[in-house]
Protein backbone atom coordinates (compact mmCIF):
# COMPACT_ATOMS: atom_id res chain seq x y z
CA UNK A 1 0.00 0.00 0.00
CA UNK A 2 1.03 3.33 -0.97
CA UNK A 3 1.46 5.96 2.36
CA UNK A 4 -0.36 8.92 1.20
CA UNK A 5 -3.30 9.44 2.50
CA UNK A 6 -5.64 9.83 -0.64
CA UNK A 7 -3.95 6.47 -1.79
CA UNK A 8 -5.31 5.08 1.80
CA UNK A 9 -8.84 6.03 1.20
CA UNK A 10 -8.37 5.00 -2.68
CA UNK A 11 -7.48 1.57 -1.61
CA UNK A 12 -10.32 1.03 0.37
CA UNK A 13 -12.98 0.65 -2.11
CA UNK A 14 -16.64 -1.20 -2.44
CA UNK A 15 -15.43 -4.33 -2.43
CA UNK A 16 -13.11 -4.16 0.92
CA UNK A 17 -14.52 -5.61 3.93
CA UNK A 18 -13.32 -3.31 6.76
CA UNK A 19 -12.74 -4.88 9.94
CA UNK A 20 -11.35 -3.34 13.23
CA UNK A 21 -9.96 -5.16 15.94
CA UNK A 22 -9.49 -4.12 19.82
CA UNK A 23 -6.55 -5.85 20.73
CA UNK A 24 -6.51 -7.05 24.33
CA UNK A 25 -4.06 -9.31 26.85
CA UNK A 26 -6.48 -12.59 26.69
CA UNK A 27 -9.48 -11.58 24.78
CA UNK A 28 -9.93 -9.48 21.46
CA UNK A 29 -12.84 -7.89 19.92
CA UNK A 30 -13.72 -7.77 16.42
CA UNK A 31 -16.68 -5.72 13.78
CA UNK A 32 -16.87 -5.46 10.44
CA UNK A 33 -18.02 -2.95 7.76
CA UNK A 34 -18.09 -1.66 4.17
CA UNK A 35 -16.67 1.10 2.79
CA UNK A 36 -20.00 3.34 3.43
CA UNK A 37 -19.90 3.11 7.37
CA UNK A 38 -22.23 -0.01 7.33
CA UNK A 39 -21.69 -2.88 9.28
CA UNK A 40 -21.79 -6.39 8.69
CA UNK A 41 -22.61 -9.09 10.47
CA UNK A 42 -22.35 -10.00 13.92
CA UNK A 43 -19.17 -8.51 16.33
CA UNK A 44 -16.61 -11.41 16.98
CA UNK A 45 -15.21 -11.87 20.66
CA UNK A 46 -12.27 -14.64 20.54
CA UNK A 47 -8.90 -15.55 22.30
CA UNK A 48 -5.24 -14.54 22.37
CA UNK A 49 -4.87 -18.36 21.24
CA UNK A 50 -4.55 -20.23 17.96
CA UNK A 51 -7.89 -21.39 18.19
CA UNK A 52 -9.45 -17.38 18.39
CA UNK A 53 -6.75 -16.66 15.82
CA UNK A 54 -8.57 -19.73 13.44
CA UNK A 55 -12.05 -18.63 14.52
CA UNK A 56 -10.89 -14.77 13.88
CA UNK A 57 -9.49 -16.40 10.10
CA UNK A 58 -12.76 -17.96 9.80
CA UNK A 59 -15.17 -15.00 10.52
CA UNK A 60 -13.83 -12.57 7.79
CA UNK A 61 -13.95 -15.38 5.34
CA UNK A 62 -17.51 -16.12 5.59
CA UNK A 63 -17.81 -12.17 5.59
CA UNK A 64 -16.59 -11.93 2.52
CA UNK A 65 -18.46 -14.36 0.97
CA UNK A 66 -21.79 -13.61 2.22
CA UNK A 67 -20.92 -9.49 1.40
CA UNK A 68 -19.13 -10.37 -2.28
CA UNK A 69 -15.68 -9.14 -0.74
CA UNK A 70 -12.96 -10.38 -2.53
CA UNK A 71 -10.19 -8.12 -0.38
CA UNK A 72 -10.03 -7.87 3.80
CA UNK A 73 -8.49 -5.04 5.48
CA UNK A 74 -8.17 -5.66 9.33
CA UNK A 75 -7.01 -2.60 11.62
CA UNK A 76 -6.25 -2.48 15.15
CA UNK A 77 -4.22 -0.59 17.65
CA UNK A 78 -0.77 -1.26 18.56
CA UNK A 79 -1.37 -1.61 21.60
CA UNK A 80 1.88 -2.68 24.12
CA UNK A 81 2.77 -5.75 22.46
CA UNK A 82 -0.63 -7.77 22.62
CA UNK A 83 -1.03 -7.74 18.62
CA UNK A 84 2.50 -8.73 17.46
CA UNK A 85 0.75 -12.52 17.00
CA UNK A 86 -2.15 -11.26 15.69
CA UNK A 87 -0.48 -9.39 12.85
CA UNK A 88 1.55 -12.06 12.30
CA UNK A 89 -0.97 -14.07 12.18
CA UNK A 90 -3.05 -12.52 9.55
CA UNK A 91 -0.53 -11.64 7.30
CA UNK A 92 0.79 -15.02 7.13
CA UNK A 93 -2.82 -15.68 6.02
CA UNK A 94 -1.99 -12.88 3.37
CA UNK A 95 -4.60 -10.31 4.80
CA UNK A 96 -4.36 -6.63 4.98
CA UNK A 97 -3.46 -5.95 8.10
CA UNK A 98 -2.83 -1.85 9.12
CA UNK A 99 -2.55 0.26 12.69
CA UNK A 100 -4.23 3.27 13.54
CA UNK A 101 -2.84 5.45 15.93
CA UNK A 102 -4.16 5.02 19.50
CA UNK A 103 -4.76 9.22 19.99
CA UNK A 104 -7.05 9.20 17.27
CA UNK A 105 -9.00 6.66 18.52
CA UNK A 106 -9.27 8.38 21.57
CA UNK A 107 -10.08 11.51 19.72
CA UNK A 108 -12.64 10.19 18.17
CA UNK A 109 -14.61 7.77 19.89
CA UNK A 110 -17.27 10.30 20.06
CA UNK A 111 -18.26 11.42 16.78
CA UNK A 112 -20.87 8.61 16.33
CA UNK A 113 -22.78 8.83 19.20
CA UNK A 114 -21.58 12.07 21.08
CA UNK A 115 -20.57 10.21 24.12
CA UNK A 116 -17.20 9.85 26.05
CA UNK A 117 -17.72 6.35 26.59
CA UNK A 118 -15.45 3.47 26.06
CA UNK A 119 -15.42 0.15 25.69
CA UNK A 120 -13.92 -3.05 23.55
CA UNK A 121 -16.94 -3.12 21.01
CA UNK A 122 -16.90 0.51 20.64
CA UNK A 123 -13.09 0.86 20.08
CA UNK A 124 -13.69 -2.07 17.47
CA UNK A 125 -16.33 0.17 15.45
CA UNK A 126 -14.11 3.25 16.15
CA UNK A 127 -10.99 1.37 14.37
CA UNK A 128 -13.06 0.29 11.73
CA UNK A 129 -14.34 3.41 10.72
CA UNK A 130 -10.61 5.21 11.10
CA UNK A 131 -9.67 2.62 8.56
CA UNK A 132 -12.47 3.41 6.28
CA UNK A 133 -11.32 7.20 6.23
CA UNK A 134 -7.78 6.00 5.38
CA UNK A 135 -6.46 7.24 8.66
CA UNK A 136 -3.71 4.34 9.06
CA UNK A 137 -0.86 2.98 8.34
CA UNK A 138 1.00 -0.36 7.64
CA UNK A 139 3.13 -1.75 10.63
CA UNK A 140 6.85 -2.19 9.92
CA UNK A 141 6.95 -5.49 10.53
CA UNK A 142 10.58 -6.74 9.73
CA UNK A 143 11.58 -10.07 8.01
CA UNK A 144 14.87 -11.72 7.57
CA UNK A 145 18.08 -10.30 8.94
CA UNK A 146 16.32 -7.01 9.81
CA UNK A 147 14.11 -8.75 12.19
CA UNK A 148 17.09 -10.81 14.08
CA UNK A 149 18.57 -7.29 14.15
CA UNK A 150 15.17 -5.74 15.79
CA UNK A 151 15.37 -8.75 18.62
CA UNK A 152 18.92 -8.29 19.57
CA UNK A 153 18.73 -4.22 19.65
CA UNK A 154 15.77 -4.72 21.85
CA UNK A 155 17.71 -7.43 24.06
CA UNK A 156 20.56 -4.91 23.91
CA UNK A 157 18.43 -1.95 25.39
CA UNK A 158 16.91 -4.59 28.08
CA UNK A 159 20.85 -5.39 28.97
CA UNK A 160 21.35 -1.91 29.25
CA UNK A 161 18.95 -0.62 31.60
CA UNK A 162 19.92 -3.87 33.86
CA UNK A 163 23.64 -3.14 33.49
CA UNK A 164 23.04 0.63 34.59
CA UNK A 165 20.46 -0.21 37.03
CA UNK A 166 23.36 -2.74 38.51
CA UNK A 167 25.70 0.03 38.49
CA UNK A 168 23.98 2.02 40.88
CA UNK A 169 23.37 -0.57 42.94
CA UNK A 170 27.18 -0.80 43.70
CA UNK A 171 27.11 2.58 44.16
CA UNK A 172 24.70 2.18 46.40
CA UNK A 173 26.38 -0.44 48.75
CA UNK A 174 29.41 1.62 48.76
CA UNK A 175 28.00 4.83 49.91
CA UNK A 176 26.55 2.55 52.64
CA UNK A 177 29.41 0.39 53.35
CA UNK A 178 33.01 2.30 51.86
CA UNK A 179 32.13 5.96 50.97
CA UNK A 180 35.55 6.11 51.03
CA UNK A 181 36.25 4.10 48.27
CA UNK A 182 35.78 6.31 44.81
CA UNK A 183 38.55 8.50 46.28
CA UNK A 184 40.78 5.63 46.00
CA UNK A 185 39.59 4.51 43.04
CA UNK A 186 37.65 6.59 40.69
CA UNK A 187 36.70 3.87 38.28
CA UNK A 188 34.98 1.31 40.10
CA UNK A 189 35.16 -1.00 37.07
CA UNK A 190 39.32 -1.05 37.02
CA UNK A 191 40.57 -4.84 37.46
CA UNK A 192 42.20 -3.79 40.74
CA UNK A 193 39.13 -2.42 41.99
CA UNK A 194 37.34 -5.52 40.69
CA UNK A 195 39.48 -7.94 42.93
CA UNK A 196 39.19 -5.69 45.69
CA UNK A 197 35.49 -5.88 45.76
CA UNK A 198 34.93 -9.08 45.53
CA UNK A 199 38.33 -10.65 47.93
CA UNK A 200 38.12 -7.66 50.38
CA UNK A 201 35.20 -4.86 49.91
CA UNK A 202 34.70 -3.76 53.55
CA UNK A 203 37.15 -1.53 55.04
CA UNK A 204 37.63 -3.34 57.83
CA UNK A 205 38.81 -6.14 55.82
CA UNK A 206 41.28 -4.05 53.80
CA UNK A 207 42.81 -2.98 57.41
CA UNK A 208 42.87 -6.74 58.62
CA UNK A 209 44.36 -7.52 55.07
CA UNK A 210 47.26 -4.79 55.28
CA UNK A 211 48.76 -2.87 52.38
CA UNK A 212 51.36 -5.87 52.16
CA UNK A 213 48.37 -8.29 51.66
CA UNK A 214 46.30 -5.99 48.91
CA UNK A 215 49.60 -5.89 46.81
CA UNK A 216 49.96 -9.68 46.98
CA UNK A 217 46.26 -9.98 45.59
CA UNK A 218 46.80 -7.51 43.51
CA UNK A 219 50.00 -8.29 41.85
CA UNK A 220 48.61 -12.54 41.37
CA UNK A 221 45.79 -11.06 39.29
CA UNK A 222 46.71 -7.94 37.50
CA UNK A 223 49.82 -8.43 34.48
CA UNK A 224 50.34 -4.44 35.05
CA UNK A 225 49.98 -4.68 39.13
CA UNK A 226 49.09 -1.15 40.91
CA UNK A 227 51.62 -0.20 43.07
CA UNK A 228 51.87 0.50 46.92
CA UNK A 229 50.76 4.01 46.92
CA UNK A 230 47.64 2.81 46.26
CA UNK A 231 47.25 0.40 48.35
CA UNK A 232 48.38 2.88 51.32
CA UNK A 233 45.66 5.08 50.26
CA UNK A 234 42.85 2.24 50.37
CA UNK A 235 44.19 1.16 53.72
CA UNK A 236 44.31 5.09 55.11
CA UNK A 237 40.54 5.29 53.60
CA UNK A 238 39.42 1.97 55.20
CA UNK A 239 40.89 3.28 58.79
CA UNK A 240 38.62 5.75 58.74
CA UNK A 241 35.56 5.07 57.16
CA UNK A 242 32.58 6.39 58.04
CA UNK A 243 30.85 3.24 56.73
CA UNK A 244 28.14 0.70 58.38
CA UNK A 245 29.80 -1.73 60.42
CA UNK A 246 26.70 -3.55 61.15
CA UNK A 247 25.78 -6.25 59.02
CA UNK A 248 28.86 -7.61 57.02
CA UNK A 249 28.57 -11.02 56.61
CA UNK A 250 25.30 -10.00 54.18
CA UNK A 251 26.75 -6.84 53.30
CA UNK A 252 29.52 -9.15 51.11
CA UNK A 253 27.08 -10.97 50.16
CA UNK A 254 25.37 -8.26 49.00
CA UNK A 255 28.81 -7.09 46.82
CA UNK A 256 29.38 -10.21 45.46
CA UNK A 257 25.96 -10.76 43.78
CA UNK A 258 26.52 -7.40 42.38
CA UNK A 259 29.35 -8.22 40.66
CA UNK A 260 28.57 -11.45 39.23
CA UNK A 261 25.29 -9.65 37.69
CA UNK A 262 27.51 -7.02 36.79
CA UNK A 263 29.69 -9.50 35.35
CA UNK A 264 27.38 -11.60 33.54
CA UNK A 265 25.87 -8.38 31.86
CA UNK A 266 28.79 -7.00 30.36
CA UNK A 267 29.88 -10.86 29.30
CA UNK A 268 25.87 -10.89 27.42
CA UNK A 269 26.26 -7.48 25.81
CA UNK A 270 30.18 -8.00 24.56
CA UNK A 271 28.46 -11.55 23.04
CA UNK A 272 25.66 -9.70 21.60
CA UNK A 273 27.46 -6.69 20.39
CA UNK A 274 29.65 -9.35 17.92
CA UNK A 275 26.37 -10.97 16.61
CA UNK A 276 25.00 -7.51 15.34
CA UNK A 277 28.17 -7.01 14.14
CA UNK A 278 28.00 -10.32 11.89
CA UNK A 279 24.31 -9.06 11.05
CA UNK A 280 25.06 -5.87 9.79
CA UNK A 281 27.83 -7.48 7.48
CA UNK A 282 24.87 -9.10 5.60
CA UNK A 283 22.96 -6.44 5.09
CA UNK A 284 23.15 -4.65 2.50
CA UNK A 285 24.36 -1.18 2.66
CA UNK A 286 25.38 -1.38 6.19
CA UNK A 287 29.36 -1.60 5.88
CA UNK A 288 29.04 1.79 3.73
CA UNK A 289 27.01 3.37 6.29
CA UNK A 290 29.53 2.20 9.03
CA UNK A 291 32.25 3.71 6.79
CA UNK A 292 31.14 7.48 7.67
CA UNK A 293 32.85 8.78 10.29
CA UNK A 294 30.96 9.27 13.71
CA UNK A 295 28.19 6.74 12.82
CA UNK A 296 29.46 2.83 14.74
CA UNK A 297 27.39 -0.07 14.91
CA UNK A 298 25.17 0.62 17.74
CA UNK A 299 23.40 3.78 15.68
CA UNK A 300 23.57 2.17 12.39
CA UNK A 301 22.31 -1.25 13.98
CA UNK A 302 19.40 1.04 16.07
CA UNK A 303 18.41 2.64 12.99
CA UNK A 304 18.08 -0.12 10.74
CA UNK A 305 16.29 -2.33 13.39
CA UNK A 306 13.69 0.36 13.01
CA UNK A 307 13.63 1.06 9.37
CA UNK A 308 14.24 -2.56 7.98
CA UNK A 309 15.16 -2.27 4.47
CA UNK A 310 15.85 1.04 3.22
CA UNK A 311 14.21 -0.47 -0.55
CA UNK A 312 11.43 -0.45 0.83
CA UNK A 313 10.77 3.45 1.60
CA UNK A 314 9.65 5.60 -1.59
CA UNK A 315 11.08 8.98 -0.20
CA UNK A 316 13.09 10.08 2.53
CA UNK A 317 9.78 12.74 4.08
CA UNK A 318 8.65 9.07 5.29
CA UNK A 319 11.63 8.12 7.54
CA UNK A 320 11.67 11.38 8.95
CA UNK A 321 7.53 10.60 9.93
CA UNK A 322 8.70 7.42 11.43
CA UNK A 323 11.28 8.73 13.26
CA UNK A 324 8.77 11.44 14.61
CA UNK A 325 10.88 14.18 13.23
CA UNK A 326 8.81 15.68 10.67
CA UNK A 327 7.71 19.23 11.10
CA UNK A 328 4.64 20.59 12.53
CA UNK A 329 3.67 24.51 12.89
CA UNK A 330 1.01 26.59 15.22
CA UNK A 331 -0.82 29.58 13.03
CA UNK A 332 -3.51 31.31 12.73
CA UNK A 333 -4.56 34.37 11.07
CA UNK A 334 -2.04 36.59 10.95
CA UNK A 335 -0.09 35.01 13.95
CA UNK A 336 2.69 33.22 12.50
CA UNK A 337 3.56 30.18 15.64
CA UNK A 338 7.25 28.46 15.83
CA UNK A 339 8.09 25.50 13.59
CA UNK A 340 8.27 22.21 15.73
CA UNK A 341 9.30 18.59 15.43
CA UNK A 342 6.22 16.96 16.14
CA UNK A 343 8.21 13.91 17.86
CA UNK A 344 5.30 11.53 17.04
CA UNK A 345 6.64 8.54 14.90
Known amino acids: MNYTQKSRIEQITDSTLIVGIDVAKETHVARAQDHRGIELGKRLIFD ?3 RGFEALHTWIKELQRSYNKTTAVVGMEPTGHYWFTMAHYLLQKEITTVVVNPAHVKKSKELDDNSPTKNDIKDARVIAQLVKDGRYSEPNILTGKYAELRVAMVQRERLMRSLIETKNQVHNWMDRYFPEYPTV ?6 KASMITLKNFPLPQDVVNLGIEGIVTQWKNEVKRAVGAKRAIKLVEAASISVGISLGQTMARREIEMLLEQYMLLTKQLDELAQDVVT ?3 EIPG ?12 I ?3 GFLAETGDLQAY ?3 QQIL ?5 NLKENSSG ?6 RITKRG
Open 48 to 50: SNH
Open 185 to 190: FKDWEG
Open 279 to 281: ILE
Open 286 to 297: AVQMLAIPGLGW
Open 299 to 301: TVA
Open 314 to 316: HHP
Open 321 to 325: KLAGL
Open 334 to 339: KHKGQT
